[in-house]
Structures are given as C-alpha cells and as structure tokens.
C-alpha cells in the first residue's frame, strides 16, 4: 500500500504542475500573421525583373514596345519628413553597351502597423493594407490627389510558380475599376512573402470614334536576395 504522505505529496506537485501550465498560457501571446512579410523592408534585399512595354496611340499614328530588364535594391533606412521610418529604393536598369546596372531612379516606401505605402515617380501610393485578407478593399490613391481608384486583395497565401521560381504564399491586390466599352483600366499586383513584389501589370485603354489610345505595362520577377 502507498503511504498517505505519498500520495499527498504526489497530489499537491500535480495541482501545482497543472496551476503552473495554466499560468504559462495564460501569459504566453499567440502572435498573429498580419501579413507584414509581404513586403520586406530589410536593407540589401534586392529583386530583378524582365519587363514588357507597349503602346499605341490610333489617331496620330504612334505606336511602339520595349523590353528591359529591372533591379531594385533596398538601399538604405531613414526617417521620413513624417517621422516614420522609410526606405529609400534604387532602381536599375541593364545597360547592354556598359553590360552593366545603370542606375534609373529612385523610389522610396514605408510599412507601417496598418499599411504599406510607396512612392512610384513622385505619386504616393497605398499598395497593402495589415491584415492581409482576402476580401478587403482600399483607394489606392487615397495619399495622393488622383482619382480614387478601388482595389483590394482578391487571393491571399496562395502557391505561385513563374519559371524556376516557386513561392508558397503569394497574394493577389487587383482593381475594381468599373470598366466598359470605351474605357479600360486592369491592375495586378501579386506579392511574395519575404520576397515583396514578383508580379505586376498595368493595361489601359480608351477608345474614341478616331481610334484607340491604350498602354500595357508586365514586370515579373526573375531572381532575388538580400
């Protein structure tokens, strides 16, 4: 027979074993997956791009393509004049004369608890909104003095594959711009976790009784690191 005391003893490390665990999860935080890995903020993180232009312009006869390849490059982190902390973007174009990265511009980005913005050619843009969910919609020129335009995340954690590289979450940010017979405007963006941007388009167009005026923009990724 097991001796009372024993049995006692055993009974009260049990009880303080079981307090014990219900105290550790009570204090212990779950962390949540807001989405913030889609878009990276590190510095030396880089992604190249090929990228597809074309454009035609039916009443004045003007029409054209080109084809480059894009890097950019998370240069550096700073304090923007709003006190938030930003990244400057160097983006480069492959000069085939120098065979080398040339330097094109400068854009710079922020990513905030909420939100994730980007200056493209001096236009500020709102690109994500936290949590990334699918369903959830924002004007993408809400920071800016454009004509709104709704978009919002249309797939979220989904696989995506373009050449060698495969990507296990990827979400999907289109527009839901009401289009019809004469004007067009279609958007994509499909961003990688802890890899940013890896896909993008832009197809415009407006058609007139003269002819049509339309662009189309494609940049997709091709290698990245950091």
């Given at each position: 027979?097991?001796p009372?005391?024993t049995?006692?003893?055993?009974?009260?490390?049990?009880?303080a074993l079981?307090?014990?665990?219900?105290?550790?999860?009570?204090?212990e935080?779950?962390p949540?997956?807001l989405?913030h890995g889609?878009?990276?903020?590190?510095r030396g993180a880089?992604?190249e791009y090929?990228v597809?232009s074309s454009?035609?312009?039916?009443p004045?006869?003007?029409?054209?393509?080109?084809?480059?390849r894009?890097?950019?490059?998370v240069?550096?982190?700073?304090?923007d004049?709003?006190?938030?902390?930003?990244?400057?973007?160097?983006?480069?174009?492959?000069?085939t004369?120098?065979?080398?990265w040339r330097?094109?511009d400068v854009?710079?980005?922020?990513?905030?608890?909420?939100?994730a913005e980007?200056?493209e050619?001096?236009v500020?843009?709102?690109k994500?909104?936290?949590?990334?969910?699918?369903?959830?919609?924002?004007?993408l020129?809400?920071?800016n003095?454009?004509?709104d335009?709704?978009v919002?995340?249309?797939?979220?954690d989904?696989?995506?594959q373009?050449?060698?590289?495969?990507?296990?979450?990827?979400?999907l940010?289109?527009?839901?711009?009401?289009?019809?017979?004469?004007?067009?405007?279609i958007?994509?963006e499909r961003?990688?976790?802890?890899?940013?941007?890896?896909e993008?388009?832009?197809?415009?167009?407006?058609?007139?009784?003269?002819?049509?005026n339309?662009?189309?923009?494609?940049?997709?990724?091709t290698?990245?690191?950091?």
């Amino acid at each position: 027979m097991i001796p009372r005391l024993t049995v006692r003893r055993t009974l009260c490390a049990a009880g303080a074993l079981a307090l014990l665990l219900a105290a550790c999860r009570k204090d212990e935080t779950v962390p949540v997956d807001l989405g913030h890995g889609y878009f990276p903020v590190e510095r030396g993180a880089w992604v190249e791009y090929l990228v597809d232009s074309s454009w035609s312009f039916e009443p004045i006869g003007i029409s054209g393509s080109l084809r480059y390849r894009l890097r950019e490059v998370v240069d550096s982190v700073y304090t923007d004049p709003e006190g938030r902390m930003a990244q400057r973007i160097e983006r480069f174009v492959w000069d085939t004369l120098s065979n080398d990265w040339r330097i094109k511009d400068v854009w710079t980005q922020t990513r905030q608890s909420t939100y994730a913005e980007r200056t493209e050619e001096d236009v500020r843009l709102l690109k994500l909104t936290f949590p990334v969910k699918t369903g959830e919609r924002w004007n993408l020129n809400a920071v800016n003095s454009l004509r709104d335009m709704e978009v919002g995340y249309d797939v979220v954690d989904v696989p995506w594959q373009h050449g060698s590289l495969s990507f296990d979450s990827t979400a999907l940010v289109r527009n839901y711009y009401p289009n019809n017979q004469v004007d067009t405007l279609i958007y994509r963006e499909r961003y990688a976790k802890n890899v940013g941007l890896v896909e993008r388009m832009r197809d415009t167009s407006n058609t007139q009784v003269n002819g049509t005026n339309g662009w189309y923009f494609r940049q997709v990724i091709t290698a990245y690191g950091d």
